[in-house]
């Protein structure tokens, strides 16, 4: 059963142009909704988060957007680096006990 | 730097035998969060602790059992091991309270049972 979905397993975009990577769940209850990057034989890093009373967050180069109509999350990258390449992770957070529910991951890779 | 410690970084071991994962917390975290990455999934929840006792479980097997000792430190205990058991493992902290519910990860440990 899953729960948070992405469904495109790559990206490929190029340097200085914007990266969307989404990701859609099901379950109403998920009131918290977070985006990690991870690179080869490192943990996840935390990106950037959204609660589900706002629709938007801007971090830098780094923007969530997030439709509860639709229960889908962006995360948008302006402008792309070459650094941006990695695996990214939208999640969001379960009930009791602050657990996070995990997509697949989308790789990312921008090309220079 | 997470600020989240994890030994070893390596483990190969045989089907039927035993091991312990140790995860060192950010200084001041209560909370410690387990997670297991298989090949090509994301990262699946087994179980959190948040000052010594265990708060939440999720996907974890009976083969495995985890702790947090009063230092916060945590372990993952893996018993009768299988080949499926490959994978990594993950431990994060994240602080107690407030309206944030950032998780912050360690390097992992990679598992390998043969």
């Known amino acids: 059963d899953q729960q948070v979905k992405q469904n495109s397993p790559s990206l490929s975009v190029q340097e200085g142009r914007i990266s969307i990577l989404n990701c859609d769940y099901t379950n109403s209850m998920f009131d918290y909704f977070l985006w990690y990057k991870k690179y080869p034989a490192e943990g996840p890093t935390f990106l950037i988060s959204i609660s589900s009373i706002k629709d938007k967050n801007e971090d830098g180069r780094f923007t969530v957007f997030l439709n509860k109509s639709a229960k889908h999350l962006s995360l948008h990258i302006v402008p792309s680096q070459p650094g941006d390449s990695a695996v990214y992770f939208c999640a969001a957070r379960g009930e009791y006990g602050n657990k996070l529910v995990f997509g697949a991951g989308t790789i990312l890779r921008v090309k220079s | 730097d997470s600020g989240v410690t994890q030994t070893p970084k390596h483990l190969i071991t045989a089907t039927g035998q035993r091991v312990t994962l140790r995860c060192s917390p950010r200084s001041g975290d209560l909370s410690v969060y387990w997670y297991q990455q298989s090949l090509d999934q994301g990262l699946q929840f087994l179980i959190q602790?948040?000052?010594?006792?265990?708060?939440a479980k999720g996907n974890i097997l009976e083969r495995f059992s985890a702790q947090q000792f009063p230092d916060l430190h945590s372990e993952l205990n893996l018993s009768s091991l299988e080949l499926g058991d490959s994978a990594l493992y993950f431990c994060?902290?994240?602080?107690?309270?407030?309206?944030?519910?950032?998780?912050?990860f360690g390097p992992g440990t990679r598992l390998t049972v043969t």
């Open positions: 994060a902290s994240s602080v107690s309270g407030g309206s944030s519910y950032e998780q912050y």
């Open positions: 602790y948040y000052n010594g006792e265990e708060r």
